[in-house]
C-alpha cells in the first residue's frame, strides 16, 4: 500500500496552487531543505506541497508536516552512450507530472535534467538557480552566492520571490513507533553516561579520515570521557565500524553497530537520542544537527562554509589544506571535549544572512529550536505511482 499524508485542518486553496519541490540526491541536502519547505508552507498555507526524491533520501522527510506527498525519482542514466534513454526516462517522468498539474515548481537540485523535467512537465512557472549562462528550463533563476550555506541559499529562492522566511532554525521529527524501537534497542545496551553517534564513512573516500586516528579517538571519549559510541550505515560501512572496534581495544565493547538493525527512519530516531555527534562531512550528522544535536564534523576537500551544521551548537575541524590526513587526533579530541563541557540544552547560535535587496550580509543571534510535532504517517509515493 501506498501511503500519503495530507496535512489535517487545512482549508483548499483558493488559488488551486499545487507546488512541486525537486531536491533528489544526498540525504544531508535533503535535511538542509527542511527550513524552505516550512517557510514555503507558511507562504502557501493551503497549497498541495510535493517533493520529488530519490528512493535513498526519502526516509528524510517522511515525517515532515509542511508536504502532502514524497514522490520518487529514478535518476536518469546519462553520458552520450545513453543520450537517447536519458531523454526517454526524462519524458516520461515529466508526463507522470503534467497529469498532477503542478502550478509551480522550485528546483533547489541543480542539474540540466532536474529543470527539464519540470519543464517538459508544462509547470508554468520554474524557480531555481543559474549555475552558468546557458540555457537552463527555469522562467526564473537566482545566480548562486559563493560559499554561502545550503540552507540558506534554498531560501534566498523565496525571498528572491519576495517570500518572507523566519529565522531559518532547524527541526526533524521521528514517528513513534520508530521512537520505540530505539528507546528498546538502548535499554539492552548499558554503559556509558554519555552516547555519541558517529559516522566515520562517505561516498566520497577523500572525506574520509584515517580509521585509526577515528579509533584513538573513540577509544578517548570511552576511557576518559565515559562516553558510549553508536554507528549505523548502509550495509558497506559496517566493515569500517567493526575495524574501529578492534583498533579500539577492551573499549571497543563500548561500541555499538545498529546498521543491520535500523532503517534510515529509525537511525533518525536513534541520532536524536544521542548526547553528540561526530563525524566526517556526509548526511548523518546534517540529521543529527537538525535535531539539535552537538556535533563535531571533519572536513578536507569540501568548504566548512556551505556545509557546516546548520544553526546547532557545533565544531569544525578543517584540514588547512583540504587533506583530511592533516587533521590530527589532538584537534579532534579537543573539539569534542568543548562540546562535551558545553551546557545541555540549545544553545544561540551566530546567524548569517543575506539581504537580496540591500545586497549586503547581515548578522544576527538567534537560538536552535527543534519542534516537537510528529507526522503520525509517512508521506511516501513513488513517482511511477504518483496519479
Same mark, same amino acid.
Given at each position: 500500500? @501506498? ?7 487545512? &482549508?483548499?486553496?483558493? +488559488? ?16 538542509? +531543505? ?40 529514478? =535518476?536518469?542514466?546519462? $553520458? ?7 531523454? !526517454?526516462?526524462?519524458?516520461? /517522468? *515529466?508526463? @507522470? ?12 537540485? =541543480? ?9 517538459? &512537465?508544462?509547470?508554468?512557472?520554474? !524557480?531555481?538557480? &543559474? ?15 559563493? $560559499? ?42 548499558? %554503559? ?8 566515520? =564513512? ?20 570511552? #576511557?576518559?570521557?565515559?562516553?558510549? @559510541?553508536?554507528?549505523? $550505515? ?10 574501529? *572496534? ?5 573499549? %571497543?565493547? /563500548? ?17 536524536? =537520542?544521542?548526547?553528540?555527534?561526530? %563525524? ?7 540529521? &543529527? ?25 557545533? #565544531? ?13 587526533? #589532538? ?27 540591500? %545586497?549586503?550580509?547581515?548578522? $544576527? ?13 509517512? +508521506? ?8
Amino acid at each position: 500500500m @501506498i501511503a500519503t499524508n495530507t496535512i489535517s485542518g487545512r &482549508a483548499a486553496d483558493p +488559488a488551486g496552487e499545487r507546488i512541486l519541490v525537486i531536491r533528489n540526491r544526498f540525504i544531508g541536502d535533503t535535511v538542509l +531543505a527542511i527550513p524552505f519547505l516550512r517557510n514555503l508552507r507558511r507562504r502557501f498555507p493551503a497549497a498541495v506541497i510535493d517533493v520529488l526524491v530519490e528512493p535513498a533520501a526519502m526516509a528524510v522527510l517522511a515525517d515532515c508536516p509542511y508536504i502532502d506527498e514524497i514522490l520518487e525519482w529514478r =535518476r536518469p542514466h546519462g $553520458g552520450l552512450a545513453g543520450l537517447g534513454s536519458l531523454l !526517454v526516462s526524462i519524458g516520461r /517522468q *515529466a508526463a @507522470i507530472l503534467r497529469n498532477r498539474h503542478y502550478t509551480r515548481a522550485y528546483v533547489l537540485k =541543480r542539474s540540466f535534467t532536474s529543470a527539464l523535467v519540470t519543464r517538459w &512537465a508544462g509547470i508554468p512557472r520554474r !524557480v531555481g538557480f &543559474a549555475k552558468r549562462l546557458r540555457c537552463s528550463g527555469l522562467t526564473h533563476s537566482l545566480p548562486l552566492k559563493s $560559499g554561502r550555506h545550503e540552507a540558506e541559499l534554498f531560501l534566498d529562492l523565496l525571498r528572491s520571490e519576495r517570500i518572507e522566511v523566519d529565522d531559518g532554525h532547524n527541526e526533524n521529527w521521528t514517528s513513534p513507533a520508530a521512537a520505540t524501537k530505539v528507546e528498546r534497542l538502548l535499554a539492552a545496551r548499558r %554503559g556509558g553516561s554519555r552516547r555519541v553517534f558517529v559516522a566515520p =564513512r562517505s561516498t566520497d573516500v577523500h572525506r574520509e579520515w584515517p580509521l585509526e586516528r577515528f579509533a584513538a579517538v573513540l577509544r578517548w571519549m570511552v #576511557e576518559k570521557q565515559d562516553c558510549q @559510541i553508536f554507528f549505523c $550505515g548502509a550495509a558497506d560501512d559496517r566493515d569500517a565500524h567493526t575495524m574501529l *572496534a578492534a583498533l579500539s581495544g577492551a573499549a %571497543g565493547r /563500548q561500541m555499538h553497530d545498529l546498521s543491520c538493525e535500523l532503517s534510515l527512519r529509525e537511525t533518525a530516531a536513534l541520532i536524536a =537520542r544521542m548526547d553528540l555527534c561526530l %563525524g566526517v562531512d556526509t548526511g548523518l550528522p546534517h540529521i &543529527a544537527a537538525s535535531f539539535g544535536i552537538p556535533t563535531a564534523v571533519l572536513y578536507g576537500p569540501t568548504d566548512p562554509r556551505k556545509w557546516h551544521p546548520w544553526k546547532t551548537t557545533s #565544531e569544525i575541524i578543517a584540514a588547512g589544506n583540504g587533506s583530511m590526513a592533516e587533521i590530527t587526533v #589532538e584537534e579532534v579530541t579537543a573539539a569534542v571535549s568543548r562540546l562535551l563541557a558545553a551546557p545541555s540544552g540549545r544553545k544561540p547560535t551566530s546567524l548569517r544572512s543575506f539581504d537580496l535587496r540591500q %545586497g549586503r550580509y547581515d548578522y $544576527g543571534v538567534a537560538a536552535s529550536r527543534v519542534s516537537a510535532r510528529a507526522a503520525a504517517v509517512p +508521506a511516501t509515493k513513488p513517482l511511477a505511482q504518483a496519479h
